[in-house]
């Protein structure tokens, strides 16, 4: 069993760098929507390939600070020079636990597996339900006309519902 990580999709980080995330991550969006992971590669006096994931170096990819594609960070640099703006990508859980402690949003995703709902009866399902100091204040399974394939789409789909409505 593998588990792989999941980043937020390139609108909802730029939602979250209009709403004020800053915490630093590894991965970011380049404004044309490249999505990035802050490594380096090169080759060594042997000629062998080496890669450095630079996790140990996370980065606020939200800040003031511009990008250019190789990696270099410059403070006041022109985009005419090939620099471009960043949108930090971070993994959903970061989101999540961003929205709990800043916000006091807590977001929870529930599968239909526990629900009795014919509609639903052939394949699972994915729903989300957004607590504000840990009442409900938005559940999608009310309307039933927001369910989803997988989890990470339900949670993406709460974060652009939070960002865009509640914050």
Same mark, same amino acid.
């Given at each position: ?14 939602? $979250? ?27 060594? *006096?042997?000629?062998?390939? *080496?890669?450095?994931? $630079? ?59 526990? $629900? ?38 339900? *949670? ?6 939070? $960002?865009?409505?509640?914050?």
């Amino acid at each position: 069993m593998k588990i792989e990580p999941h980043y937020v999709e390139f609108s909802t980080a730029k939602l $979250l760098k209009e709403k004020g995330f800053d915490l630093p991550t590894t991965h970011y969006y380049f404004e044309d929507g490249e999505f990035k992971e802050n490594v380096v590669t090169g080759t060594n *006096y042997y000629g062998e390939e *080496y890669e450095f994931y $630079l996790s140990e170096f996370n980065e606020n990819w939200n800040d003031k600070w511009l990008t250019n594609k190789s990696g270099n960070r410059c403070f006041g640099c022109s985009k005419n020079n090939g620099y471009f703006e960043t949108y930090s990508a971070p993994e959903q859980w970061m989101v999540i636990e961003w929205l709990r402690v800043k916000y006091d949003i807590w977001v929870v995703i529930w599968s239909d597996t526990n $629900l009795d709902l014919p509609e639903w009866k052939d394949s699972a399902k994915w729903f989300y339900v957004i607590n504000c100091n840990l009442i409900s204040c938005y559940d999608d399974k009310e309307k039933l006309k927001a369910v989803y394939n997988t989890p990470k789409e339900a *949670y993406n789909s709460a974060f652009d519902y939070i $960002l865009n409505n509640m914050l």
